[in-house]
């Protein structure tokens, strides 16, 4: 009779689950995602796992790049050649890591064609002393083994990294059910980090990000993220920024000498080349690439006439080509417990701390068992050494002579094995004194390996000092600068060519226009029923107008679309989306670098850039925090000639200080120009009236109503104190209208 195997049966529904999450979870672990302690995923590992063990390291010479394939595929990863090599390429390639892991000679890609690179019969490579920071300490019994896939061969479950690795080259990956994406950051940074929470446990985001500043790449392109955008990016773990190419102006051309990470340089060309072909670039006459072995990336982008304005032209390529890029990051690893974790920042370098503590550790003790057994044996040749003709005697007479010199001189079974491995020439008197030296100096490192074993600290400043050489090896400075908004927006034809002075006018109740021109008087223009005017600011028809809400709000609009001063104009909340009863009290245009003094009636106030107020979005920006029972004042243009400030408060009291004691801020409270007390403010009492920048032969022209005082430099001079004090009556004036600087005209004028 015929026995059947007993067979289970389980549902198709149970089948599928379980054989989808066994893919899933393999995938996850043996493919996709990075481990943090290393920063490499597993096919990555073991490329440089099969070059250290074929003798491939920096000093070595190179080897056809098939032989280490041959050896990946072969021993370790079970895959395709081209999936290993293409691996194996990414780590040579200096535009894909920041810092290569492979060096490699031959053709291996461009920026412009990463998958240019030839085939791997025709590359040599090698490991870059970089690599080595890898594996340097791989066989000091510092990591776990494990056997290949066909139980032949052991290889490392990981490498015992030096440094945050994750972090410097990044890496991107797609698993089942989530991805990985993780920018490269700059050595020096990440180091400076790293020591930072060893030092100080608690760090927080914060302190993190004084030294962290953002992702680095190996070019000069700028990163493009708020100071709140990385803050949540490297909070959570997750988020995003934009990467800007960088260029200058020669004559009428315009050069990009550096691309967005992973951006190809032809692709950029062709898409200009068809807005050229679709006749929305007509300034633009010629497009080359100029790049060299020197300079790699040169884009050359040839104007009709230098009467283009340059800074929009390329605001609209940032906006529709691949000049600027968009970025996820997604800080996704296998985390020290073996699955995957999204990490903030911090967490991310304490948990990389916590894998090098225990690297270092068993580096330590492995070698201290070293030491050990060394010294153990060394006991036994110095013992022996007292009466080496006893032990002469033994071996030539004795039948089991181990046995008998282990009874003689009361010795272990390993150093009996030491003494009869002896060669002659060892026993000479010098040799003794050799072995002392050893064991003076092994005992040495045993008793300072102890002292670091049971001591926290001592690690610290073990695992401290090594980053600070690696640093001082490896480091460098910051590449890609960052800026914290861009002004990329496609552009009409028309806006692009037709660039003309304009007045931006601002009336009481909230409504706006434009006028050609500067040379126009926004008093006498007519204005609806008893409505006046509030603010003007003069500037060219191609800039964002900026408008400031009693709230701290900045709003922009394109001051081309702005209706003409020929009529009443329209109200700003038709455009906007304003908090509702909230007043427009400033309107500002400028250039991205000009600077304005921002301030309120509380007292508060500091400088910035226009570029800081501008947004595209139609709720506006947060710009200025006001203090409880306080209202913006208008902003007030600064000229390089400005040194001073002068504050009235409504009470007639004038501050006078230098300008330097302002803070240069993007956005924010500020700091205090005029103390006002806060139960005065509050019940209305007293608070700022005006504010006026002065040049040092300025007069300062105070007027109420009818009435105006005038005072020259050495008049005013006597008001000058330091920033936050009450100031000093002006005379009897109170509820002064109107500060004005009065420039100091030459006969030449």
């Known amino acids: 009779m015929t026995k059947h195997k007993e067979i289970n049966s389980i549902s198709l529904k149970q089948y599928a689950e379980e054989s989808y999450l066994n893919y899933a979870m393999y995938v996850i672990l043996d493919r996709a995602l990075p481990n943090i302690g290393d920063g490499l995923k597993p096919v990555q590992r073991r490329i440089l796992y099969a070059m250290s063990e074929l003798g491939l390291d920096a000093g070595s010479k190179y080897k056809k790049s098939a032989r280490t394939v041959g050896d990946v595929i072969g021993k370790f990863h079970p895959h395709g050649d081209g999936a290993a090599y293409e691996a194996m390429v990414l780590m040579a390639q200096n535009f894909s890591f920041k810092y290569p892991l492979v060096d490699g000679q031959g053709n291996w890609g461009s920026q412009d064609d990463p998958k240019s690179f030839a085939a791997m019969r025709y590359t040599e490579s090698k490991l870059t002393s970089f690599a080595n920071l890898l594996i340097s300490e791989l066989k000091s ?51 400076d980090a790293t020591i930072s929470i060893l030092d100080k446990p608690k760090s927080e985001l914060k302190d993190i990000l004084k030294i962290i500043k953002g992702p680095d790449f190996s070019n000069e392109s700028s990163i493009i993220a708020s100071k709140e955008e990385l803050e949540e990016m490297y909070l959570s773990g997750r988020g995003g920024f934009k990467i800007q190419a960088n260029w200058e102006q020669e004559k009428n051309q315009i050069i990009i000498n550096a691309l967005p ?154 150093q009996a094995n030491a003494i009869l491995e ?40 073990l695992i401290k000092n090594e980053l600070l050489e690696i640093k001082e090896n490896f480091g460098e400075d910051r590449k890609s600068p960052i800026i914290e908004s861009s002004n990329a927006k496609v552009f009409s034809e028309e806006e692009t060519i037709v660039t003309e002075p304009i007045t931006v006018v601002l009336s009481k109740a909230g409504w706006i226009r434009s006028a050609k021109g500067h040379e126009i008087d926004p008093t006498s223009l007519s204005y609806r029923g008893d409505d006046s005017l509030q603010d003007f600011a003069r500037g060219k028809s191609n800039q964002l107008a900026v408008f400031l809400d009693s709230n701290g709000k900045a709003y922009s609009i394109p001051s081309h679309s702005l209706p003409s001063a020929r009529g009443m104009g329209e109200p700003i909340t038709g455009r906007l989306n304003a908090d509702s009863g909230v007043q427009f009290i400033s309107s500002v245009i400028g250039k991205d670098q000009d600077k304005f003094l921002i301030m309120n009636s509380g007292g508060f106030g500091y400088i910035s850039a226009y570029e800081n107020m501008t947004s595209n979005k139609k709720s506006g920006r947060a710009f200025m925090r006001l203090p409880e029972n306080a209202e913006m004042l208008k902003a007030i243009p600064v000229r390089e000639d400005h040194t001073h400030i002068a504050a009235v408060s409504n009470i007639g009291k004038l501050l006078i200080f230098d300008i330097g004691e302002l803070p240069i801020l993007g956005k924010g409270k500020g700091n205090k120009i005029i103390n006002i007390p806060k139960d005065k403010l509050a019940s209305g009492e007293e608070f700022m009236a005006h504010a006026q920048l002065l040049a040092p032969d300025s007069s300062l022209k105070i007027e109420v109503g009818k009435r105006f005082v005038t005072l020259k430099p050495k008049d005013w001079s006597e008001y000058i104190l330091s920033r936050a004090k009450r100031g000093k009556k002006v005379g009897k004036l109170i509820n002064i209208e109107r500060l004005t600087e009065e420039l100091k005209v030459s006969k030449t004028d």
């Open 141 to 191: 019994g510092t990591v776990d083994w494990q056997p290949n896939f066909d139980g032949s061969l052991l290889e490392p479950v990981i490498f015992p990294s030096k440094i945050p690795m994750i972090l410097l080259n990044g890496t991107s990956g797609i698993a089942v059910g989530m991805a990985t994406d993780i920018p490269s950051h700059n050595i020096n940074e990440v180091i």
């Open 422 to 461: 002896i060669k002659l020439r060892q026993l000479a008197k010098l040799e003794q004194i050799k072995l002392q030296n050893e064991r003076d100096e092994l005992v040495s490192e045993q008793d300072s390996i102890e002292k670091i074993l049971k001591s926290k600290t001592r690690l610290k400043t």
């Open 261 to 414: 990470y992973q951006a190809s340089g032809s692709k950029i060309l062709e898409q200009i080349a068809e807005q050229m072909l679709n006749k929305k670039l007509p300034m633009v006459v010629d497009l080359a690439d100029e790049g060299d072995h020197e300079f790699p990336v040169r884009l050359a982008i040839t104007l009709k006439s230098n009467r283009v304005n340059v800074e929009d032209l390329m605001n609209h390529l940032f906006a529709s080509t691949d000049l600027q890029k968009s970025y996820r990051i997604n800080m996704n690893l296998i985390s020290l417990k073996g699955g995957p974790k999204v990490f903030s920042l911090v967490d991310l370098l304490k948990e990389w701390i916590i894998f090098r503590k225990d690297t270092v550790k068993r580096k330590l003790e492995h070698r201290l068992d070293q030491v050990n057994d060394r010294l153990h044996i060394l006991e036994g040749l110095l013992t022996i050494f007292i009466d080496i003709d006893k032990v002469i005697k033994i071996i030539r007479k004795s039948d089991e002579p181990k046995k008998d010199i282990i009874k003689a001189f009361k010795l272990s079974e390993i």
